[in-house]
């Protein structure tokens, strides 16, 4: 059953379309990659699915449920968060801080604002859970500002597991990071329940390959190419898109 579909997408910036009849469907459970050139719409894309950009034409939904055109926030209340490209961090707070934000801001409704969080036992213990389960517990009390690049990347992934959410979209999660914190981080995306859908935008290619159940090829803002990981890695159109030369025929896995 597909949990996440988007189809017939468009969008345009000032006449400029980035995106074009633009169809994908995740599986629940699947570990869908998005690859595609630098500018080929991966990024918009996602924009587009979480509602950070409306779109000009197409639907997306997520169980079933249409959410765009609706405010922001339906995205999150429908169980769906991400990642960006740049970090979203609060730098000067620590580690844990950061944490009790994201657990606080998902579900304000279950926290007193005004209870300190060292008050808040219920918070204080499923920080703890998050932080020892995704290994972040020994640098808690760590300013975020003072981490390496990798290990804020990697702390970014930890908030957007906070809302608890049904489909997660990770937007190029080991750009940047050393081939360790590489291997880590990977380590942390196969590691993830089945529970939790996965979208994600790669261009590591050992990543993709090392976590893909699917690989949906975008190239100048169209689905060149959707299919299993074997398809796509013999597939010599997609070779080409990355690697230049060879002439491009459209196909659909
Ligand atoms: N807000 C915007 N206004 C105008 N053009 C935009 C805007 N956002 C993106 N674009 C353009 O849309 C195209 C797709 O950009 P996008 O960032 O989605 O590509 P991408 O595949 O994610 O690239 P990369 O791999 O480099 O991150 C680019 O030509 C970009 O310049």
Known sequence: MSLLKVEHLHKSFKGLQVLK???????QGERHVIIGPNGAGKTTLFNCITGTLPINQGTVTVNGKQINGLPGYTAVRVGMSRTFQKNNLFGALTVEENVHLAITACQPYRFNFYKPFYKNTQLLEETEELLKEWELWERRTRIVNELSYGEQRLLEV????????KVLLLDEPTSGMSPAETIQTTKLIQRMPRSITLLVIEHDMEVVFSIADRITVLHHGEVFLSG??????????VKAIYFGGGTLQHAQG
């Open 158 to 165: 930890l908030l957007a597991l906070a809302s608890k959410p």
């Open 228 to 237: 299993a990981p074997e398809q796509i890695k013999g597939d010599e159109n």
């Open 21 to 27: 009849d633009v169809s994908l469907e995740v599986k």
